[in-house]
C-alpha cells in the first residue's frame, strides 16, 4: 500500500490517492486508478509496481515516454519521495511508511503550498466555501490567468474572483458527474444540457453563503455550463454576428475579426487544457483526432463554421483554434450589391455567365471570401439540374433541390483510409453531374476538374488562391503539375484556355473590406501564352478620412465572345452593361 501525489506543472498538489494493490495504472483509460488528462498521455501511460524492495515505476505509453527526474525511462525504481514521474503536464510522486513524506516537485519548491483537495464531490458541494482572497501572483499562476511585466496584473477585463469562483464550480461539476457515472455518450446534446445545468445551479446553490455578493450567479453558472459542455469563453464569439473569425493563439491570447479589422479579447481560457478539450469536442462528433501523431486537423462547426486546429509540438504557444464563422443568415447577390462589393451591371453578367453553362473560377487571397461568393454564385443554378459538390470540409449550403455534398476523409489511426479532394472529382465525374462544384482546388484534382470541364461538364465553379486572373493561370498550372502527370507546358495551358471561360477575381482591401477587382474573360491561346481581357474592373482612387476605401466599378468596353454567340441563337442580352 502507498499514496500517489500528483502535482500540476506549476507544483500545486492536485490530489492525493492510496494505491491498495500491487500494481496501479496511469493514464487516459477509466481502468487506471490515476486518470490524467492530456494530449501527451497514453491510455495505459505507466505503471506503478510494489515489490519487496520499493515501488517501480514502468513505462507502458508506446513511445510517447514516461520521465523521472527528468529523464525518460523504461523501468525505474525503487522510488523515493523526492524523486518526480513526469507525465504529460503532469508530476508524480509516492510516498510509503518506508519513505518521507512526498512533497512538490524540486523545480518548484518556491511555490506556495496549495490546499488540501476535497474527498469527494458531494463533500465538496456541502463543504462551507471560504471566500477567496484577492488573488495573489500563485493563484493566478494556478487558474491560468496572465501576469503583467511586474506587478502582476491580470489581462485587462479579467474578472478574477468570479474566474476562481468558476474554476471551483467547474471542478466540482466534474467530481459530481464522475461519482454519478454519467454516461455522456448515451446522452443527446438536450439531455446532456439538462443534467449539466441542473448539477451546476444545485453546485451553486450550495455554495450561495460562501459566493461573494458582488459575483453575478448567472454569469457564473452560463460560463461554467459552456466550459462543460460547448466551447468555453468562445461561445459569446459565436452568438455575435459581427464576428467573422475568432484566433485562438494560446490560453490567454484570443483575437477576433469584425467588419474586417482584428480585434484582442480580455477574454481568455482558464489553461491550455481547457483550449484542448474544446478543440477534442469539436473534432471527435466528425470522426476526426487530434493528438501526438496527427497535431493538425480541419474540421466544422455545427453551423458549418470552418475551424483549424494545430497543437504542441508544432504550436510552440499550446494549443492554436482559428474559427471562421459560418454566416446564420445566406447572403444573398442582393447583400453584397449593397456592402459595395459588386455592381449590378457585374451581377448581370455572372447571372448570365452561370446560367448558360460557362465554367467560372473565383480566384482570391486567403480571407478574402472566395467561398462564401460561390456559395451565392450558386444561386443561379437552375433547380432542375443535379449539382455535385466536392470539398475538404463542408461548407456550401445550395438552395437547390437536386445536390450531393461530397467531403473528403483524413486517414485513421494507422494512416489508411485517406479520400482525397482528387478520388472524389474522380468519383463524381461516375454520378451523372448537371454541375461539379470543387469548394478549393489546391493540388492535383486541378488537372482532373479542367478534364471535367473540357468534357462535357460545363458550368462548373471552383475556387483557387491567387492575387490577379494572370497568376491564376500559373497557379493552375503549377497544380496539374502536382499531379504528378509529366504534361507539357503548352498542352496545360491548352487545357485551361478552353476549359475555363470567365475568372473572378476577388480582393480584401485595407479597410477590411471585399470586393470583385476583376471579371476576366479567357478567350483562348496564342503563341504559347494564355489569352484574356478584362470585362468589369474595380479602380480605387484613395481613402476617405475615416480610411475608407474609395473607388468606382468600370465596364472596359470588352463584349465577352459568349454574348456574341448567345445573341447569335436568339437569346436576347443586355448589351449596355459594357458600354
Known amino acids: 500500500m502507498f499514496d500517489i501525489i500528483i502535482h500540476d506543472d506549476k507544483g500545486s498538489t492536485l490530489e492525493t490517492l492510496q494505491c491498495t494493490k500491487a500494481e496501479c495504472g496511469i493514464g487516459r483509460s477509466g481502468k487506471n486508478l490515476v486518470q490524467l488528462s492530456g494530449w501527451r498521455i497514453a491510455g495505459i501511460h505507466a505503471q506503478l509496481i510494489e515489490k519487496e524492495d ?3 515505476v514502468s513505462d507502458t505509453s508506446s513511445g510517447i515516454g514516461t520521465r523521472v527526474n527528468g529523464e525518460t525511462i523504461t523501468t525505474f525504481g525503487p522510488l523515493l519521495a523526492k524523486d518526480t514521474i513526469t507525465i504529460g503536464t503532469f508530476r508524480i510522486s509516492v510516498s510509503s511508511e518506508k519513505q518521507p513524506s512526498a512533497s512538490p516537485p524540486p523545480a518548484q519548491q518556491s511555490e506556495p503550498p496549495a490546499s488540501e483537495p476535497e474527498a469527494t464531490a458531494n463533500e465538496m458541494m456541502e463543504k462551507p466555501e471560504k471566500e477567496p482572497s484577492e488573488p495573489k501572483n500563485s493563484l493566478r499562476r494556478t487558474f491560468g490567468v ?22 471551483r464550480i467547474h471542478d466540482k461539476l466534474m467530481n459530481a458527474m464522475d461519482l454519478r457515472r454519467t454516461d455522456v455518450q448515451a446522452m443527446n446534446d438536450d439531455e446532456l444540457s439538462e443534467t449539466v445545468r441542473s448539477l451546476v445551479n444545485d453546485i451553486i446553490g450550495k455554495m450561495a453563503r460562501s459566493l461573494p455578493p458582488e459575483v453575478d450567479r448567472a454569469k457564473l453558472a452560463k460560463e461554467v455550463i459552456d466550459e462543460a459542455i460547448g466551447l468555453g469563453p468562445l461561445e459569446d464569439f459565436l452568438a455575435e454576428d459581427s464576428i467573422t473569425e475568432i484566433m485562438v493563439n494560446s490560453y490567454d491570447s484570443i483575437y477576433y475579426e469584425t467588419h474586417g ?14 483550449v484542448l478539450a474544446v478543440i477534442e469536442r ?11 501523431s496527427s497535431p493538425m486537423v480541419d474540421g466544422r462547426l455545427k453551423d458549418g463554421s470552418r475551424i483549424n486546429a494545430i497543437i504542441p509540438p508544432l504550436a510552440i504557444k499550446g494549443p492554436c483554434l482559428t474559427i471562421r464563422k459560418f454566416s446564420r443568415k445566406k447572403l444573398s447577390i442582393d447583400d453584397f450589391v449593397q456592402f459595395g462589393s459588386i455592381s449590378n451591371k457585374m451581377v448581370d453578367f455572372l447571372e448570365k455567365a452561370v446560367h448558360y453553362r460557362k465554367n467560372i473560377i473565383i480566384s482570391g487571397g486567403t480571407g478574402s471570401g472566395k467561398t462564401t461568393f460561390l456559395n451565392v454564385l450558386s444561386d443561379f443554378i437552375p433547380h432542375d439540374e443535379r449539382i455535385i459538390t466536392v470539398e475538404d470540409s463542408a461548407e456550401l449550403k445550395l438552395g437547390q433541390p437536386h445536390v450531393v455534398s461530397l467531403e473528403a476523409r483524413p486517414a485513421n489511426m494507422e494512416g489508411k483510409g485517406a479520400i482525397i479532394i482528387r478520388d472524389l472529382v474522380k468519383n463524381c465525374l461516375r454520378m451523372r453531374p448537371d454541375r461539379i462544384i470543387v469548394g478549393e482546388c489546391r493540388g492535383g484534382e486541378t488537372l482532373d476538374m479542367l478534364q471535367a470541364m473540357n468534357t462535357g461538364h460545363d458550368g462548373s465553379l471552383t475556387t483557387v488562391h491567387a492575387n490577379s486572373p494572370r497568376d491564376l493561370v500559373s497557379r493552375l498550372e503549377v497544380m496539374v503539375m502536382m499531379a504528378g502527370m509529366d504534361l507539357p507546358e503548352k498542352a496545360i495551358r491548352e487545357q485551361i484556355a478552353s476549359a475555363v471561360h470567365v475568372v473572378v477575381q476577388q480582393s480584401r482591401f485595407s479597410d477590411g473590406t471585399r470586393k470583385i477587382t476583376h471579371i476576366t474573360e479567357i478567350t483562348g491561346m496564342e503563341t504559347g501564352v494564355v489569352q484574356m481581357q478584362n470585362i ?6 484613395g481613402l476617405d478620412k475615416d480610411g475608407n476605401v474609395i473607388g468606382e466599378y468600370k465596364a472596359t468596353g470588352r463584349v465577352p ?10 437569346i436576347t442580352v443586355d448589351m449596355s452593361i459594357f458600354e
Open 282 to 292: 469539436i473534432v471527435s462528433p466528425l470522426g476526426r483526432r487530434i493528438d501526438e
Open 536 to 541: 468589369f474592373i474595380y479602380k480605387q482612387n
Open 54 to 56: 520499493g515501488i517501480y
Open 261 to 274: 479589422k482584428l480585434h484582442k479579447s480580455n477574454i481568455t481560457f482558464s489553461s491550455d487544457n481547457a
Open 561 to 570: 465572345e459568349f454574348y456574341e454567340v448567345l445573341r447569335q441563337q436568339g
Open 146 to 167: 496572465r501576469q503583467g511585466a511586474e506587478d502582476g496584473l491580470a489581462a485587462p477585463g479579467r474578472d478574477d474572483r468570479r474566474f476562481i469562483w468558476h474554476k
